[in-house]
Each structure stands twice: as C-alpha cells, then as structure tokens.
C-alpha cells in the first residue's frame, strides 16, 4: 500500500494487519479505532518490503480510540513491525 494520500489503512472494528508494506502516506500508516482487539504484526510500516530503505508516512501506528486489547508486534521475529516515521523539526 502507498502512495500519498491521508491515511493508509484505517481500522474502526476489530482487525488482523499482517504483512502488508505501508509507505509514502501523508497521514498515518495504520489508524487504530474502538472497539479494539485488533493484532498488527509482521509488517513493513514506513519501509519497503526489505525494511531497509525509508518510504515514511507521517505517523507510523495511531491508537485513536481503543482499549488495551491492541496487540501490536509479538514476541517472535515474524510478529515484529519494521516502523519509519518522517521526523520534522519544530
């Protein structure tokens, strides 16, 4: 997914985001919203497939409204999140 817009992919119910490449959005890579219990693991957010090269997107991960039932990443190395963000100075 990429390509400039506002936001990349946006989540408003309970959802599973797994290896997907988000890059180049103006706005946020993935926007969290209620109820929660949405897992995100195993993706390129901000990179490209390799993770190493920088395609950011303005905000990596945004939790707008939700619980603590997000599971973001995990424990094994096919669950990590490779995350660049653009970094501006105020």
Known sequence: MGVGGDDGLR???E???RGL???NFHG???RLGAPGKSHVSGNFIGT???G???RPNT???WIVRGSDDNVIGGAGAQFRNVISVTLTQA
């Open 28 to 30: 946020i890579g993935i």
């Open 48 to 50: 490209d497939s390799t």
């Open 21 to 23: 490449v988000i890059q």
């Open 52 to 54: 190493t090269k920088p």
């Open 15 to 17: 959802c599973v985001v």
């Open 59 to 61: 905000f990596g991960i």
């Open 11 to 13: 989540c408003d119910s």
